[in-house]
């Protein structure tokens, strides 16, 4: 047989709600990325909300906050309709947000 070798995939879900107060939170500890091949991240909808609500993430809990950063130090926004890929954030993860009521599903993939 020729071709990409399956690998299947477990996936566990994690559920956090971010303050609205722009400070950084863990949303993933280093122990639940230790073994990480595969994220998604996504806004979870509640009863009555209309739109997405957007958050920043990040790679440390003080990522680089001035100019252009392409080493990894930055942080990404996402207007909250998630994202996925096959990254594996070994040091865990963090996000913010300034809007009220935004709760984060995080699927990793093992």
Known sequence: ?????????????????????????????????????????????????????????????TPNETGSVTNGTGYGTNSGSGFGDVLSPTSGMWARTTQTGVILEIQVYD
């Not at 950084?24 to 073994?35: D, G, N, R, V």
């Open 1 to 61: 047989m020729s071709g990409f070798e399956y690998i299947p995939k477990c996936g566990k879900i994690y559920v956090v709600t971010l303050p609205s107060s722009n400070a950084w939170t863990q949303i993933l500890t280093e122990a639940q990325a230790k073994s990480c091949r595969g994220i998604k991240i996504k806004t979870r909808f509640v009863l009555g909300q209309a739109t997405a609500k957007y958050f920043d993430y990040a790679f440390s809990a």
